[in-house]
């Protein structure tokens, strides 16, 4: 198992996410945002160093309401969608829709709220990538960055084409499941989650296949719905930016689909999802070898099914007031931001970095002529990622356009922090 070395001269390429799908190829120490994104901070192949601290929430939501009940014996708690695994005796308050699946406890937690520090991990079963992310946290506290494994699994591409995901896609997503299991253990995680969402979430097996997951490998694995998947993410962004960032409208480009949120508060007040993942329109809209650059008229075409699926959403955000800020997560995003001449991700989260509507406009005339290859040689453009760029691009242009917004403010938190967040709520709501 490689560990993550120290910063190079050069901003570094994703180097897990070129390593192949169905092994564990690195565990990186983290800030919290994407080690692609964010070079490591602490000794190399220490998994208790942490990265760059993130930024204190300037406020906290009550945790969710008791439902009373207990966790039996090595049962789980559907939280937010996701499952939440938890040891003897914790009370049971779940705070969205679903039935309790079977789970494993890693360090079966006392009842009531933690007294203290606890390692907390989830792992994100996106439609490209999987991702367990570690912290240590405790209550009133900033979760502090411990370790972060990533394997580009991309189940996105390994559906059939009746909708199922195949034998192939599911021996790859239990192997690489009971690695990430054995990676927490190792890691000392005593509170683990784990979830999915956009590729199996519109499975047509997707059910029958995490159940098959579970068996195999005893973690159990909640589906996220789409908008729960964007109430976490806003929670993350309002966390990272606080009560003085006003109105947030944040929008999160996924594998599978484009998450909305919108709000005053932690829990926004319009959230949407939309089947505009940069994986999925690449795959629909964009695919082939003759289509490398992409043609114009495909792209004129893309266009138009991005514009007709975003559009009802505006009217339904604009009714709240105008947004204070606008919010970007995710990968593309990222992306995106680092080839209109943003800060590298090597200096750390804190520092503020910004996507404006203009320069987007120029980025996606640029790479929207190039092929994969040579966008894969851009600064902040993994060669994994480089044939989904102009996909997600599109979608961020004109995300951007109908929602008249001059600039997006890059947020180094999104789903996975969420998630951790809302956790750590629940295990402190005595």
Known sequence: MATAGPADAVEPADPVESAGAGLVAAVELTGLVDPADQVPAGEPGSPTASGSDPAPSDGRAPGPATSGGAVPPGGAV????????????????????????????VGPLPAGPHPGPMRMGVIDIGSNTVHLLVVDAHRGGQPQPAASVRVPLRLVELLEADGSLGTEGEQALTACVRDMREQAEALGVQDLAAFATSALRDASNGDQVLARVRAATG????????????????LAARRWFGWSAGRLLALDIGGGSLEIGAGMHENPEVVASLPLGASRLTRDWLAGADNDPPRRADLAELRRYVRAQIAPVVATIYHLGEHTRVVATSKTFRSLARIADAEPYSRGPYTRRVLRRDDLADVVAKITRMTVEERAALAGVSASRAGQLVAGAIVAAEALDLFSVEEAEICPWALREGVILRRLDWLNSG
Not at 88 to 100: H, Y
Request: neutral net charge; hydrophobic residues 45%.
């Open 219 to 234: 973690v159990g694995i909640g589906m996220l719905s789409g908008e729960e998947e964007a109430r976490l993410t806003f």
């Open 78 to 105: 559907v939280l937010a969608g996701a499952v939440v695994l938890a040891g003897d005796g914790v009370p049971v308050r779940p705070t969205g829709a679903g039935r309790p699946r079977a789970g494993i406890g």
